[in-house]
């Protein structure tokens, strides 16, 4: 039986007819006596942004070659990067970057979520998190000397966390190797008290993420979702009938 695994990449209006759209490559149509209706042919992906090796400072700070990009997030109208331990920034002519300590060098995935305040709180998994703010453009430095603007966390009621999300004031992040999720209102005081587990599985919390006002959590092997009642004791409860 001939299975239609390709079809010819173009979106409908109605997703119901058909989602398929082509990415980096096109179909050209074959001959009548070819095997298949199609030829799919490659085309370049996505061109270079920028290279750190190309900006000195940069370079000096970083140990090995090439290593991982960990997160990319937008701030302040700013692309800002994590490499290693070091948050770079990019803005039109100019590229800035700022270490801090209680964040480890190494390559696992980092998270991130933009509060109100436009701070942004990141999430490695391997600490309680940092809280990052907007630096001012006009006290920024071609060679980035000086700029401190990442502050680790460092209440020890803030869990070690993988995964943050922001919703109505609350930044929500899991806890690492549990089913629990906490929150705090501005990512650097956290209450041991303003947590919840997810409740229909016993399986460990990997991702917290919100849409459209609505709080998913996703398990090892089960999704639950829950929503914003604006309880005093607690503002998050599940949806039961999801």
Known sequence: MRVPLFGVGLKGKSPTVTSQ???NCF???AKDDDKGPFAIHGTPGLEAFINLDD???AASTIENDSPPVRCMFVQGGQLRVVVGDIIYAFIPSLLYGCGFTGFP???SRVDSAIQEDGSAFLADGNTRGAVVVVYPSDQLTSTGIGIQNATAVTDTDAPFSSSV???AGNIIVNKVGTGRFQISVDGTTWDALDFANAESSPDNLVRVFVD??????????????????????FPYSAVRAA
């Open 27 to 29: 179909l050209e149509r």
């Open 165 to 167: 999300a922001f919703e």
């Open 21 to 23: 759209e082509r990415i």
């Open 212 to 233: 459209h006002g609505e709080l998913h959590l996703f398990g090892e092997t089960t999704t639950e979702f829950w929503q914003n009642t604006g309880a005093a004791d």
């Open 105 to 107: 060098a190494n390559g």
């Open 55 to 57: 900006y000195p400072f």
